[in-house]
């Protein structure tokens, strides 16, 4: 039912910065909450932050606090996530994923989920 696009991976330096892009193709009741989270080989999927349309402060992993940032564009339906200060572990897929839950930090609680783009940081 509900569409995710993801967009804005690549290669990036060891302290640089890159801005990552999900547009929604449509906004219900079901998508009150968009969230980012990753995955590298060999590890589980973990959550990185999210933010709800409803308002409230953005919320984000411990492993990203202070570098990164998400914003969204209501005209758009779209969400960012703003990445600063990159490291080596920040390697992953990232994945857009949106659902009712309210704070959640847990991939089950997420309904839709985008394909995925790679991000790659280099020292």
């Known amino acids: 039912q509900v569409q995710l696009v993801e967009s804005g991976g690549g290669l990036v330096q060891a302290g640089g910065s890159l801005r990552l892009s999900c547009a929604a193709s449509k906004r219900t009741l079901n998508t009150y909450t968009m969230a980012w989270f990753r995955q590298a080989p060999v590890k589980e999927r973990e959550f990185v932050g999210a933010?709800?349309?409803?308002?409230?402060?953005?919320y984000y992993a411990d492993s990203v606090k202070g570098r990164f940032i998400i914003s969204g564009d209501n005209a758009k339906n779209t969400v960012y996530l703003q990445m600063n200060s990159l490291k080596l572990e920040d390697t992953a897929v990232y994945y857009c994923?949106?659902?009712?839950?309210?704070?959640?930090?847990?991939?089950?609680?997420?309904?839709?989920w985008g394909q995925g783009t790679q991000v790659t940081v280099f020292s």
């Open positions: 994923a949106t659902g009712r839950a309210v704070r959640s930090i847990a991939s089950r609680d997420f309904d839709s």
């Open positions: 933010l709800s349309w409803l308002g409230g402060s953005p």
